[in-house]
């Protein structure tokens, strides 16, 4: 895919895009020494699906990856894989929702390599489930924030003084095309996903003059294990975690605000031009996609 503006490739829902707000981004140039090559890369989710597969296409590029997730053994899985493949790579088991861990892993992290070069904000959760389905379960949505912003944010505010005391720094936080397209069913994910996007674009904005740049991808269907639990898979156009992690690398390399699909960009603009059609093609979808049996509690 071409990072160029105007260009775009096929992506799950709709065709992946860089936004014209992107302009003034670095644009890695193929051929050329990447810019992660003997850098340091922290993945947050590394464990699996896109996390996993980022993890290794960046350590292909010549950085060392800094791996982290709650499971150790599939950590330690993926860490190997990297060292046979000839990259480096070491492993931080961390559960981002205790707060103490993250600020010890923080100071662990920057006592080794003074700062992180690039973060990558993986590590989520997804629930799908109508809101007839979650009058009594307010935990839900206490449990996707803690995990897909509180625990991105701790995070990333642990590492960004040290970013910014370096003069650069850059961080990708991966989204979902919902948090433009608003979409029924995913009201306790898509709000926490929604409340990192912005984050994000306001950091960006602060740290603007100190060389560290925040972009947001926001990805259609992937087919990880997170999602196809969802059970939202059968029938649609998706990607492979391996085709969502090169994307990743190339917003790691090519620093743009946003990246997303047509899908998301046709719904924004539908809800901003035609609130209340939009609304009326949104309950339709909702009706048309019933709720997984795991959401019925079946």
């Known amino acids: 895919m071409g990072a160029l503006r105007g260009k775009t490739g096929a992506v799950g829902d709709g065709l992946l895009w860089v936004t014209p707000r992107a302009r003034a981004r670095r644009v890695f140039r193929p051929g050329a020494a990447s810019p992660l090559a003997g850098r340091t890369v922290l993945v947050t989710g590394a464990s699996s699906g896109i996390g996993e597969a980022t993890a290794i296409a960046v350590a292909r590029r010549g950085a060392t990856v800094l791996l982290l997730a709650r499971r150790t053994e599939e950590l330690l899985r993926v860490q190997q894989q990297i060292l046979d493949d000839g990259g480096e790579a070491e492993v931080y088991p961390c559960d981002l929702t205790d707060g103490p861990a993250v600020e010890e892993l923080v100071a662990k992290m920057l006592a080794a390599y003074g700062a992180v070069d690039y973060l990558v904000n993986d590590a989520g959760r997804s629930i799908r489930r109508s809101m007839s389905l979650t009058y009594d379960r307010f935990h839900d949505f206490e449990r996707m924030m803690a995990v897909n912003y509180f625990g991105a944010v701790r995070l990333t505010m642990g590492l960004l003084p040290a970013m910014v005391e370096q003069g650069s720094g850059h961080v990708v936080n991966v989204t979902s095309w919902g948090v433009q397209a608003k979409l ?99 309950h339709r979808m909702h009706r048309k996609a019933p709720d997984s049996v795991a959401a019925r509690g079946r």
């Open 184 to 282: 029924p069913k995913f009201g306790a994910y898509l709000p926490s996903k929604t409340a990192l996007d912005t984050w994000a674009r306001i950091a960006g904005r602060e740290t603007y003059a100190d060389g560290v740049t925040f972009s947001n991808v926001r990805f259609g269907l992937v087919l990880t294990p997170m999602v196809m639990a969802n059970g939202v898979t059968e029938g649609r156009r998706a990607l492979t975690a391996d085709q969502a992690g090169e994307l990743v690398v190339r917003a790691l390399e090519d620093r743009p605000l946003t990246m997303g699909t047509a899908a998301g960009r046709s719904f924004e603009l539908l809800n901003l031009v035609a609130p209340r059609f939009s609304d009326a093609v949104a």
